[in-house]
């Protein structure tokens, strides 16, 4: 197998790259700017090594806590609760969310074997717990895995006494956030439910 079948074979494992596209980048690769092709390899191999969780909110971040967790301007009362570190841009593009973040890395899914102990949960609750947060905006997606793991955190920070909402979904049932458009996912920020 030479490098050009390589490549082609390694992108068709990426998601949303079937064969088709994997081998249009890699013939595109082949005749395109070399200093674009250099970037690449470059970005990919510093990837893993530069880009970490950021140990209070749990998004990827470069510096530890992560701009939004040490942004003085942010309003530190509210947390908003998201499945995937991808969702906080996400949220972020809407600009009605001026608080701080909570990533859980997933959602509860009982048939992939992750249940709430592999999520970021307890570290929520533990931030809640130390006081200074009034509402806790859960964003998870309106998928059955987003709801369960919505209805686990009102359970696991009942005792809290925190204000917990659940954006609305004006969103089509069984869809991830970030494929939302911004005018539905503003509307359905602003008329979050409380629990
Ligand atoms: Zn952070």
Redesign the pocket.
Known sequence: MNALERLMGNLSRLPGLGRKSASRIAYYLLRTDESLVRALAEDLGRLRETIRP??????Y?DV???????DASRDRTSICVVEEPRDVLTIESIHEHRG??HVLMGAISPIDGIGPDSLRIGSLVDRVRRGGIQEVILATNPTVEGETTALYMVKALKETGVKISRIAFGLPVGGDLEYADKQTLTRSFKGRNAF
């Open positions: 950021c140990s209070m909110c749990g998004t971040t530890d806590p992560c701009g939004i967790c040490t701080l973040y």
